[in-house]
């Protein structure tokens, strides 16, 4: 999926504990034969190129076009699983699939984890009896910097913004890169919503995302505008650094 997933799963390394992780490694490979958009031959490029009907897809095809279409009502048009006419479901595909496989280590018996992809995060239970897990929040203005840390259980965080791959998020509108905000964290229920309201949000700009943040139920925000300017809702479960 172009970039990195990793797994925090605080339990004893027991031959089971070790076959669950492996299980949604191989899980996640086979997504990412399915989605890649850097694969000529994955079933989302041959769908985008007109070459294979979704109803002869993998069922996961389906389910995600399903759950694309569904941000786009939910956020007026500002996500986008087509953007000047390509097909590129990625920014839901990415948090889809960290939800799915914590839910996949959850089933199998291992509650405490957290499961990143590319820097959006699910995090299940406690990283110690009695302790939360603790999310940092990159400064998009200091690289290597935290400016807030996230502090919960059972927990959705998902950032979208410029520090790790510039401007990269797209006005769905117009095409060209988003500038209004500098990074947008979203805080949820579910990665498989957070992260792709996250993106909706950064494309929208600050005060379009402040609002419409402000209607989602279960979701909380904290922003930086392109003039450095930081803001929050007042449910946004952060420690200032």
Not at 101 to 109: E, F, N, R
Not at 122 to 135: D, K, N, T, V
């Amino acid at each position: 999926m172009g970039t990195v997933f990793s797994f925090d799963v605080r339990a004893e390394p027991t031959r089971e504990a070790v076959h669950a992780v492996r299980r949604a490694v191989l899980w996640l490979h086979e997504m990412d034969r399915i989605f890649s958009t850097y694969r000529p031959d994955s079933q989302i490029s041959r769908l985008g190129r007109g070459e294979l009907p979704v109803e002869d897809s993998s069922p996961e095809v389906a389910e995600i076009l399903g759950l694309c279409d569904e941000a786009e009502r939910l956020s007026d048009g500002w996500f986008s699983h087509r953007i000047a006419g390509r097909l590129d479901p990625s920014a839901m595909v990415k948090g889809w699939a960290v939800d799915r496989v914590s839910s996949l280590l959850t089933a199998a018996g291992l509650p405490d984890h957290s499961v990143n992809g590319g820097g959006d995060v699910q995090i299940s239970g406690e990283r110690a009896p009695g302790l939360p897990w603790r999310i940092g929040i990159a400064d998009p203005f200091t690289p290597g910097q935290i400016i807030a840390v996230v502090s919960g259980r059972d927990l959705a965080v998902a950032t979208s913004g410029t520090a790790e791959r510039g401007s990269h998020i797209l006005d769905p509108h117009t095409a060209r890169p988003a500038t209004g905000l500098a990074s947008i964290t979203l805080v949820g229920p579910r990665l498989t919503q957070v992260d792709a309201c996250a993106t909706a949000a950064f494309a929208m700009g600050d005060e379009r995302a402040r609002a419409w943040v402000c209607s989602l139920t279960d979701i909380e925000a904290f922003a930086v505008t392109a003039d450095a300017t930081a803001w929050r809702t007042p449910g946004f479960p952060a420690l200032a650094v």
